[in-house]
């Protein structure tokens, strides 16, 4: 899935957290399109948040319930494989080392910034997003991303 403007051009992957919030690579404008397989519905802007020291991520609340399968944020350990799947590109990966704000992966990263980083045995988990930094592109911890949107955690 992804995020489209009002007129339809496409704005960056979706990576839907719940069944009515998305998150997005870079800060979009207030409105837009969730765009999905059978599904096209209007999303809102709620907030952006800093990822990395040149990355936002927008978190957007739709107006109605997607019917799409969510990723559920998860931790990952050093060693761990984790995949890339877009567009027909696949990248796989494992982490080599873990820091508060990003993982450090074997190969290299290759892929643009904005993708979901995945486990490799369970692709609903979310491991992290690419961002964009000023050293190249890193995988910031989904964990970390998700402590500067309170909305997306229910109360307790």
């Known amino acids: 899935p ?3 403007s009002i007129s339809g ?29 059978g599904e096209r519905i209007p999303a809102q802007k ?9 990355a936002s991520i927008t978190l957007l609340r ?12 998860a931790l990952a350990e050093q060693g761990e494989a984790l995949v890339v799947l877009s567009g027909g ?4 990966g494992s982490i080599r080392g873990v820091k508060p704000d990003a993982y450090e992966v074997e190969p ?4 643009p910034a904005g993708l979901p980083i995945l486990r ?14 000023n050293v190249g592109v890193v995988i ?8 500067q949107f309170p909305e997306i955690m229910p109360p307790r």
């Open 108 to 111: 290299e990263f290759n892929m």
């Open 120 to 133: 490799q045995s369970d692709h609903t988990a979310l491991i992290g997003i690419a961002c964009q930094s």
């Open 46 to 54: 709620i907030k952006v948040t800093t990822a990395s020291d040149e």
């Open 2 to 4: 992804h995020i489209s």
């Open 9 to 37: 051009a496409v704005l960056c992957d979706a990576i839907l957290i719940a069944p009515d919030l998305v998150l997005c690579y870079g800060d979009i404008s207030d409105s837009a399109d969730f765009v999905g397989p």
């Open 62 to 73: 739709l107006q109605h319930p997607s019917s799409l399968p969510l990723l559920v944020p």
């Open 89 to 92: 590109q696949t990248w796989q």
């Open 140 to 147: 910031v911890p989904a964990r970390h991303i998700l402590e």
